[in-house]
């Protein structure tokens, strides 16, 4: 039997000097905005982070040696996001980021060596951006209401359709597109392929770009394209025809666990400003962390970061395990239900108690409540994985269809009574005596 919570010495000096250098590097130059994200900005100021990282032996630690990276279990890579989770430039510097990450790693898995040398090592070394093209604005994600269809006209793809939140489409070079090639495949699994699209390939259209919250129409990251008879080569193609659903799994079990660490080390980030602006803020009857109301929200929010971040952890040494996401199913989707309700839980109050400075674009609060929302959409709506979650609980029970259950305590009583009815009438005898012996004495005496 073994039971440990605690992280091998070896890669807690890792995550120490990811700390150190999360505070000290990452944190401050988040604060520049717009300059560090242009061309000149990423030469300038992310690629030399990004080689102390690589100096590290932390650059892409979701991929294997072979692609670059350390090959890090899910328990682990569990652990470095929950630091990188609380600024949302750290994935960058540490070569982890959504949805490059993702792409790459199906990429790796399927792609042919032609498409990894155009695709893979560009995307490993920062070089291009990739966008995810899957959400249609009819269906959103679900596959089986894919529109958008590509057909085969010699030995080209013709794709037509059109696709919602292709997250990064403005600033990538390729799109991995989701379309339908087998409308009348008997499995409805199997009707939906992977293409990578060079996004200046003629026919496709950005639309618009969506911004998540607030902000000025058009000046998001969520690409709204279309495809207008875009044509592409056969070899287009990622993986086999129809493999779609089996491609998805590799890429979003391992992600939605990220998503989760990084969404606990955003908890934890909120949580310690609540708890810092409790023992600061005074008021007329003294400090904020004096009064039980604060102190009740800082104790429901601990318990709740706490628990979740077990619930994960536990999810990612259970994949490490298996080593198959589908005995992880469950798991997964509980992380998934349980992550937009307590970073919304937890950034709300602490929104709540920095009172109006709390809810301006001067604190990050109202961007992790918008965040929050986001995290019971992205990678399935919260039902969708409450009902997977659901089920997979109740594959391991059956039907009961008696007029009482078996366990109607009447039933349980009967049956208990049966089990050990030589017991009992030992019992019974036994007490018998004694009453005998008791009467007996009490006439002697």
Not at 136 to 164: C, H, M, Q
Not at 357 to 367: I, R
Request: charge should be neutral.
């Amino acid at each position: 039997m073994a039971w440990d919570f605690e992280t091998d010495p070896e890669f807690q000096k890792k995550l120490d000097w990811i700390e150190d250098f999360m505070r000290e590097e990452v944190e401050p130059l988040s604060q520049l905005g717009l300059a560090v994200r242009g061309s000149l900005g990423r030469e300038k100021f992310i690629k030399p982070l990004q080689e102390k990282v690589k100096e590290q032996g932390l650059w892409a630690c979701h991929l294997g040696p072979e692609l670059g990276g350390q090959g890090y279990g899910q328990l682990k890579l569990g652990l470095m996001n929950e630091k990188l989770g609380r600024n949302s430039l750290a994935p960058t510097v540490f070569g982890c980021q959504a949805p490059d990450t993702g792409n790459a790693e199906i990429i790796a898995h399927y792609g042919t060596d032609k498409q990894k040398e155009k695709y893979l090592w560009p995307l490993l070394n920062g070089d291009i951006r990739s966008a995810f093209s899957m959400s249609e604005p009819t269906g959103g994600s679900d596959p089986l209401t894919f529109k958008t269809r590509a057909v085969l006209d010699g030995d080209e793809w013709v794709i037509n359709g059109e696709k919602w939140f292709s997250t990064n489409a403005r600033y990538s070079q390729v799109l991995v597109l989701y379309a339908i090639t087998d409308p009348d495949a008997k499995d409805p699994y199997r009707r939906t392929s992977i293409f990578l699209v060079p996004t200046d390939t003629p026919g496709v259209e950005i639309i618009r770009n969506v911004g998540v919250g607030t902000g000025e129409i058009g000046g998001g990251s969520e690409g709204y394209v279309r495809y207008n008879n875009v044509r592409v080569p056969y070899d287009a193609l990622l993986g086999e025809r129809g493999a779609a659903f089996v491609i998805a799994q590799v890429r979003l079990g391992g992600g939605r666990v990220h998503h989760a660490m990084r969404t606990v080390g955003a908890c934890k980030h909120a949580l310690d400003l609540m708890c810092r602006r409790a023992v600061s803020r005074t008021t007329r009857d003294g400090k904020l962390s004096d009064l039980q109301m604060v102190q009740e929200q800082i104790a429901d929010s601990w318990i709740a970061v706490e628990q979740f971040r077990l619930l994960v952890l536990r999810t990612a040494w259970l994949i490490d395990k298996h080593k198959d996401y589908n005995l992880v199913r469950k798991d997964i989707a509980a992380i998934k239900v349980a992550m937009p309700k307590v970073y919304n839980d937890v950034a709300t109050k602490a929104a709540h108690l920095h009172g109006a400075l709390g809810v301006s674009n001067e604190m990050p609060f109202m961007h992790m409540v918008t965040s929050s929302l986001v995290m019971g959409i992205a990678d399935g709506p919260t039902e969708v994985h409450k009902v997977t979650l659901a089920k997979q609980v109740l594959k391991d029970y059956r039907a009961d269809n008696d007029l009482f259950p078996n366990y109607h305590i009447p039933r349980l009583k009967e049956a208990a009574e049966e089990k050990y009815a030589t017991e009992l009438k030992e019992l019974r005898e036994a007490y018998k005596a004694q009453g005998a012996e008791r009467a007996k004495a009490s006439e002697n005496a």
